[in-house]
């Protein structure tokens, strides 16, 4: 059986997200400096990213939780969430 890293993160960010794809607990908007921002609306909102290196995480969120999202795949992760290895 395959072992997979479980950790809490804090504030981060990634330049290396190439897709993401976001459960139905999340609100979305568009900022004004460009942004698409993400809103978890329910504890245990999820999302699972593709990095650039091949690899995927599972993103595990609070409610309030939040993901800026901009262009050239820059992604801002904020608020305490947990991160699995896939």
Do not use: C
């Amino acid at each position: 059986m395959k072992k997979t890293a479980t950790r809490v993160e804090n504030q981060v960010y990634s330049t290396r997200v190439l897709r993401s794809e976001f459960d139905r607990n999340w609100r979305t908007f568009v900022s004004r400096s460009g942004y698409v921002v993400y809103t978890a609306t329910a504890n245990q909102a999820k999302i699972i990213v593709l990095l650039a290196d091949g690899s995927r995480k599972l993103l595990i969120f609070g409610k309030g939780g939040r993901v800026l999202v901009g262009g050239g795949g820059t992604s801002h992760y904020s608020k305490p969430h947990v991160a699995r290895d896939l």
